[in-house]
């Protein structure tokens, strides 16, 4: 059984950092394209981040360029998201995804891409 379950999220203060994890059961990560997307408030729901399945490159909503950072450890078979210089407009609920097809390598930030999602965790940055 797939599941995802997203952890590290908290209240941080502007400039500050924090890590995500997303821990996979029920398949490898190593196996699939699995992303980090956002919903902060009133708003629809944004791609963050993506790693394809072999690792090779990370990709990034010029929102978070240069400010997060996605890896993945495939002992613990669970994708990170590392959050530095966060702002307030970083608040939101944080989900990571799971790509449908084994080694997709289509374009990261379409939804309809992405079979399973989990729970989600909440980023709070505010002083």
């Known amino acids: 059984q797939v599941q995802l379950v997203e952890s590290g999220g908290g209240l941080a203060q502007p400039g500050g950092s924090l890590r995500l994890s997303c821990a996979a059961s029920?398949?490898?990560?190593?196996?699939?394209?699995m992303s980090w997307a956002r919903q902060a408030p009133g708003k629809g729901l944004e791609w963050v981040s993506g790693i394809y399945s072999d690792g090779s490159d990370l990709y990034y909503a010029d929102s978070v360029q240069g400010r997060f950072t996605i890896s993945r450890d495939n002992a613990k078979n669970t994708v990170y998201l590392q959050m530095n210089s966060l702002k307030p407009e970083d608040t939101a609920l944080y989900y990571c995804?799971?790509?449908?097809?084994?080694?997709?390598?289509?374009?990261?930030?379409?939804?309809?891409?992405?079979?399973?999602w989990g729970q989600g965790t909440q980023v709070t940055v505010s002083s």
């Open positions: 995804a799971k790509a449908q097809r084994r080694d997709y390598y289509g374009d990261l930030a379409r939804f309809s891409e992405y079979d399973y």
């Open positions: 029920g398949f490898f990560v190593s196996s699939y394209a």
